[in-house]
């Protein structure tokens, strides 16, 4: 398959993958975000038909209170006239009278039964006295429950509408109450469940099978009310909300699905290109200025990796050396370096007995024994002396590594001064350089940057500078861009040398010669005058 195919291929089942997932993700935490909000709206339906049925309830003891001192003589016509004025006035009731173990004596819409009438049980008894009936016979209304309460020889009948306002499309509800003699649960109004006897007599919520359920029991009677809605129902009723969700992952998951595949490519290819450009040797060098900073003289030079990509886009080594670390190849970057290093500055470290070329090598490069002879054997060709190129490590790398520690005192003994670099940015204890047997440190640029502010990091500098003073350390500091930035490492004690933008930028060599031999005219001159 032509590469171009295949990296659309990758691209296209990379999203179609992390689209399935997206859609599947949304559809999981959808589902679980809609059925909670859902089990809140129940709950608030639940609050709701207590509330509804607690008032119902008092009103009813307020009337069962009035029926049981009439002021007329029980079941006499002015008394069933006045309670019939009773029940008009009430939203909540349908009926009320006086009961005899368990028979109608009469009620304000039955008027007086001439015979007595058969005995009824009631359903639950109550603490406070009160027993509850269920769809006395003479009092029924079609498939309706009607609930009617007792206290004393007084009955009254609770409209079956009262909490039909309540009603709602997919939530449905039900009052249970518990019978005190008998402890049992049962239902006193509402739709009938399947739920157990707890999931309606505990506070809270419950799933079971498809059905979400919230319930909420009275403080003041025996009775809990619990709203309930089936899983289908809720996910139907906020469709909208489930749906964006999902799309919304589908979507999320789309596009990173694409942007993954995309830097795959992107870094196999700069993988590919990075290992053609080292076979093909295209990678260039370019020397910035170290200068003594009392002087401004040009002493040394840190040797620093260039590449120019496929696309003619110049990559920075802070991102290809980084994967080449990370697929394991860049010793062959050093290698080349090296080998750059030692043909390009041939002439410049012979004739310049003071000069130094620092070189940048990776972690790798010191836990791998093929590094030290490598740079033996180049130097040895050649004929350069081995202090001549300064090694530049970035701190991190020492901290992590016995082997790292190792190769250092190596470096040392075959005669390269050994820097750290960037230092003050990883693993910036300065107790641990007591540990490392270095020439110098490089304070890292993130310091420069901070003097003339505020930031803490100004404030470490004098530490920084007195620990390298009494470890007897070299100390360069990068990346000096400004006069201000410049003076005030001059304004300290310590001998340092410089580097940065104000001193110098990075040049290929025959620049770099030619700033050195510009300066020597200059030097020349001065010193003739
Ligand atoms: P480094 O070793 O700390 O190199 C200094 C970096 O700071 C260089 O970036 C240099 O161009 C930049 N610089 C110098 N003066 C200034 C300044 O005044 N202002 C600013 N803003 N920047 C300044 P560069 O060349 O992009 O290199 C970045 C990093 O990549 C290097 O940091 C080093 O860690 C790594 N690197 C460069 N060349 C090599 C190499 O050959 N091998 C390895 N292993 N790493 C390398
Ligand atoms: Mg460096
Ligand atoms: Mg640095």
Not at 201 to 216: K, L, N, Q, V
Request: charged fraction near 20%; aromatic fraction near 8%.
């Amino acid at each position: 398959m032509p590469i171009f195919q295949k990296r659309a291929a990758i691209a296209i089942i990379a999203t179609v993958v992390a689209a399935a997932c997206g859609t599947l993700a949304g559809y999981v935490l959808g589902r679980a975000l809609v059925l909670r909000h859902e089990e809140n709206k129940l709950d608030q339906y639940a609050i709701r038909i207590r509330r509804e049925a607690e008032t119902s309830a008092a009103e009813s003891r307020a009337l069962l209170a009035t029926l049981n001192a009439p002021p007329y003589p029980n079941c006499s016509d002015a008394e069933i006239a006045w309670m019939r004025k009773l029940i008009f006035q009430s939203e909540y009731l349908k009926d009320g009278g006086h009961m005899r173990d368990g028979r109608i004596d009469c009620s304000a819409t039955l008027g007086r039964p001439g015979e007595p009438g058969p005995q009824y049980k009631p359903a639950f008894s109550r603490q406070d006295g009160t027993r509850v009936y269920l769809n006395l016979p003479p009092l029924r209304m079609g498939d309706h429950t009607v609930v009617s309460v007792q206290l004393g020889d007084s009955f009254m009948v609770y409209s079956p509408y009262n909490l039909k306002d309540l009603g709602s499309a997919f939530m449905h509800f039900t009052v249970s109450e518990v019978d005190i003699s008998s402890g049992q649960t049962g239902r006193l109004v509402g739709e009938p469940t399947g739920a157990q006897a707890w999931i309606l007599t505990h506070e809270g919520w419950a799933r079971e099978g498809d059905t979400i359920y919230a319930t909420r029991c009275s403080t003041r009677y025996t009775s809990c009310m619990t709203a309930f809605i089936s899983i289908p129902d809720a996910l139907r009723v906020d469709r909208g909300e489930f749906r964006a969700y999902i799309g919304l992952s589908g979507v999320c998951g789309a596009l990173f699905g694409f942007a993954c595949s995309l830097l795959y490519r992107r870094s196999q290819s700069m993988e590919q290109q990075l290992r053609r450009a080292i076979r093909q040797d295209r990678l260039r060098v370019v020397y910035q200025p170290i200068v003594e900073l009392a002087s401004g003289r040009v002493v040394g030079a840190e040797a620093l990796v260039r590449w120019i990509d496929d696309d003619n886009f110049e990559v920075t080594p802070d991102v290809f050396v980084r994967i080449a670390e990370e697929r394991g190849f860049v010793g062959a970057i050093t290698e080349l370096m090296v080998g750059h290093v030692l043909r390009e500055c041939q002439d410049l470290l012979r004739s310049r007995p003071e000069f130094r070329v620092n070189l940048n090598i990776a972690a790798a490069d010191l836990g791998d024994p093929q590094f030290l002879s490598m740079m033996e054997r180049a130097i040895a060709q050649a004929e350069v002396e081995a202090p001549r190129l300064g090694i530049e490590i970035t701190e991190s790398y020492t901290v992590r590594l016995q082997a790292a520690k190792d190769a250092i005192l190596h470096l040392r003994e075959m005669g390269h001064s050994v820097y750290i670099d960037d230092f003050g940015t990883g693993y910036s204890s300065l107790a641990y350089l007591h540990d490392l047997a270095v020439d110098g440190i490089k304070i890292d640029r993130a310091f420069t940057l901070a003097i003339g502010t505020e930031a803490v990091t100004v404030s470490i500098i004098p530490q920084i500078l007195a620990m390298a003073a009494a470890l007897k350390l070299q100390v360069t500091v990068e990346g000096i861009e400004t006069e201000q930035q410049a003076d005030y490492f001059a304004a300290c004690e310590l001998p340092l040398l410089a580097q940065g933008w104000y001193f110098g930028r990075p040049l290929p060599v025959a620049e770099f010669q030619l700033l050195l031999r510009v300066e020597d005219e200059r030097a020349a001159k001065a010193n003739a005058g």
